[in-house]
Nanobody
């Protein structure tokens, strides 16, 4: 069993900052790519940022220059530092991870999603 536990969401004023965290735990052999996605009311889930185990990153155009994704491989944790927040950043943010988990037959791939954390940007 592998799970992702997110934290750090909340209410912030426009121009403010928040930091999201997501920790993977369970029968993990290795955590590969980790990322953040978001879903605003009435919209589809979209990519925010991803980071590989080697540290390569990719961002949605809408957050470039404002958000920074990072990770601590020793803790199987990914972070999302969000600065200069805008009302349009309001959404439920979901953590995602591509994991190699221990199985009864050895090791197998698994994609895991967190439960989501709400970020509200409003004055």
């Amino acid at each position: 069993q592998v799970q992702l536990v997110e934290s750090g969401g909340g209410l912030v004023q426009p121009g403010g900052s928040l930091r999201l965290s997501c920790a993977a735990s369970g029968s993990i052999f290795r955590v590969n790519t980790m990322g953040w996605y978001r879903q605003a009311p009435g919209k589809q889930r979209e990519l925010v940022a991803v980071i590989t185990s080697g540290g390569s990153t990719n961002y949605a155009d809408s957050v470039k220059g404002r958000f920074t994704i990072s990770r601590d491989n020793a803790k199987n944790t990914v972070y999302l530092q969000m600065n200069s927040l805008k009302p349009e950043d309001t959404a439920v943010y979901y953590c995602n991870a591509e994991i190699l988990q221990f199985t009864t037959k050895g090791v197998g791939p698994l994609e895991v999603w967190g439960q989501g954390t709400l970020v509200t940007v409003s004055s």
